[in-house]
């Protein structure tokens, strides 16, 4: 099994020229409009009825995914989740399950 | 199911300052989560800190240049310690330790305990935390900024790929090490100790060894040196005489 190489084609955007000398950065957070491009195997689902919206699968995401709505439930962001179970590991109450997407 | 109308997770800043969200690091990642709790922390105190594409200064070693990080972290953490404490500066130092600079581990040569070295240079304000006990590790960083001198903080991150163990595990992973006083959580405040968390039941140090496979090889033997060691260190800090 070989593999070809895809030759990527540079975005007219931005070149060589465009950086400065010694590659300085001058601008914070750059890889902020950057998402990581895969998707998860598994992604968590919210049991409503047990869910007590405490906000511990919050505090332990290591990926930022997860988010507060506006009903005060807690939902995920699937482009950041990497669906790592640590939501379903942590919540007291049971009310994480880890599914397949879909 | 409206009993409580206030957890403390809420009483965090919502908004993330953990700015590039999709960091590079692996599911799972204890580096990550405690370097996002540690934005938690540092909400309003980051006009300083503008200075990388991170916004923070930061340095992940890659899978490639192990052996380049290895003598970079012995070559940088150490110096750091030793020398910026002469300057007249207030600096926070946060390492974020996921135990990968150690060649194997044995049970016989213990990892050096850098803590121990940033209170005998005279740091004002030293400690250990873990994202485990994610509001112990936030009190500890705006501690430390508030503090007038230098001030370093240990957190124990764990690593899914390096200890071997499901990328789910990693928070209670972290907890084990607490509970079982192999990573025991303190602050030392110009020089007296004090634990801040003090579990009244330890648990044995195997049942924080028998989870990760990197410890696979340990005999029973071993694991008794071990626990020794954590014993002896632990009543040392429980009497508050280091």
């Not at chain 2, 079982?180 to 405040?189: G, H, T």
Request: glycine share 6%; hydrophobic share 35%.
């Amino acid at each position: 099994m070989t593999k070809k190489l895809k030759v990527v084609k540079n975005s007219s955007k931005h070149t060589w020229n465009d950086t400065r000398v010694g590659c300085v950065l001058l601008e914070e957070g750059k890889a902020k409009p950057f998402k990581p491009g895969q998707k998860p195997i598994l992604v968590p689902i919210w049991d409503k009825e047990m869910c007590v919206r405490c906000g511990l699968c919050y505090v332990f995401c290591p990926d930022a995914a997860i988010k507060r709505e506006d009903d005060g439930y807690y939902g995920v962001d699937l482009d950041y989740c990497k669906g790592c179970g640590i939501c379903h590991q942590e919540c007291w109450f049971g009310a994480i399950s880890m599914t397949e997407e879909g | 199911m409206d009993k409580f109308g206030l957890y403390a997770p809420q009483l965090l800043p919502f908004k993330e300052h953990f700015i590039p969200k999709a960091h590079p690091a692996c599911m799972g990642c204890g580096v990550a989560l405690g370097v996002r709790q540690t934005y938690k922390a540092l909400e309003e105190k980051r006009d300083w800190m503008k200075d990388a594409g991170w916004e923070i200064p930061y340095k992940q070693p890659l899978p490639g240049n192990i052996s380049k990080s290895k003598k970079e972290a012995k070559e940088e953490i150490k110096p750091a310690l030793l020398t910026i404490e002469k300057r007249d500066q207030t600096n926070l130092f946060l390492c974020f330790d996921n135990e990968a600079v150690e060649d194997k581990p044995t049970p016989t040569v213990f990892k050096k305990w850098y803590p121990a070295v940033a209170v005998a240079r005279g740091f004002h304000y030293v400690a250990t935390a873990c994202p485990s006990y994610p509001f112990d590790l936030i009190d500890k960083v705006r501690r430390g900024m508030e503090s007038e001198g230098n001030s370093y903080i240990h957190i124990l991150s764990p690593c899914p790929v390096g200890w071997d163990f499901d990328s789910e595990f990693a928070v209670n992973i972290g907890r084990y090490a607490v509970e079982s006083a192999i990573f025991p959580l303190y602050e030392v405040v110009t020089g007296s100790y004090r634990l801040t968390i003090d579990h009244p039941k330890i648990r044995p140090v195997e049942q924080y060894l028998k989870l990760q496979n990197r410890f696979k090889h340990f005999k029973q033997k071993e694991i008794l040196t071990i626990q020794a060691e954590v014993d002896r260190e632990y009543a040392k800090l429980r009497e508050g005489k280091v």
